[in-house]
């Protein structure tokens, strides 16, 4: 084929290669705007979740999939002895730890954990930030998340006294000895005790999906234009 000059030949496997190609490109690219789609929708059915009426955690235990991302209140009694430091929690570039404590129901044996907040690490990373005790009954308001918090594990040692690199909710209470609620609940309350509860809106992560997405359409037409330039030529005697 000759157009304005140009030769055009492009050899049969050339053109079957590119043509596949092509075709796997495009569709990665729409398997990943399907997957941004997907977080989408999971995103908004959060949302709403999130504001439906306020439930309280009752007494018996619950299933974590009833509750997640629900609005919550407990009712109990913090036992700060059984405080953790959740550590390697970084809030606006400082590092510091998530305030891990368990509440005692007011009603039978078990016990909700509460991400109180954050609060920074200090200087001496070997003394513990003070925080301070809520005494009698309280009413604690907040968001119910997966009991399964993990940070960034700068050694192989999770534990180390009351600071742990990640929670386990198993494992926190078979240390603690304490019948869990199988969630986390972070707190809400606008209260006085030096910890920062900023948690922010949960991202549904369909930008990434979407990034992923303009990529694979990119190597498709990368594909299209290594094509063209290998097999369109000029003629000899256009070149003299």
């Known amino acids: 084929m000759n157009i304005f000059g140009y030769n055009f ?12 190609f092509v075709v796997v490109f495009v569709q990665l690219g729409e398997w990943q705007l399907s997957r941004a789609e ?19 955690v009752p007494p018996t235990l619950v299933e974590l999939e009833d509750l997640l991302y629900r609005r919550v209140d407990v009712h109990g009694v913090y036992l700060p002895d059984e405080t953790i430091y959740l550590d390697n929690k970084i809030h606006q570039g400082v590092a510091g ?33 003070i925080i301070p005790d809520v005494d009698g ?15 960034l594990e ?7 006294g009351s600071v742990w690199g990640t ?20 707190q809400q309350d606008i209260l006085d005790d030096g910890l920062i509860r900023q948690w922010g809106r ?4 369909s930008d990434k999906n979407l990034g992923y997405a303009m990529q694979w359409y990119s190597f498709a037409l990368l594909s299209v234009i290594i094509f063209l330039v290998l097999n369109v030529k000029r ?6």
């Open 9 to 20: 030949r492009p050899k049969i496997w050339s053109l079957a290669v590119t043509i596949i």
């Open 38 to 56: 997907e977080k989408d929708l999971r995103q908004h059915q959060l949302d709403e979740l999130s504001n439906q009426q306020l439930v309280s």
């Open 154 to 160: 700068l050694s192989d040692h999770n534990i180390a």
């Open 202 to 205: 949960l991202d549904s992560g």
């Open 167 to 186: 929670l386990y909710i198993d494992q926190y209470q078979e240390i603690s000895g304490l019948t869990l609620q199988p969630i986390l609940i972070q």
């Open 137 to 151: 009954e309280v009413v604690v308001t907040g968001f119910v998340v997966p009991p399964t918090q993990k940070s």
């Open 97 to 129: 730890y998530h305030i891990i404590t368990p509440i005692k129901l007011s009603q039978g044996d078990m016990h909700v954990l509460i991400n109180r907040g954050w609060v920074a690490t200090g200087s001496d990373r070997s003394i513990l930030p």
């Open 235 to 240: 003629n000899r005697s256009e070149k003299s």
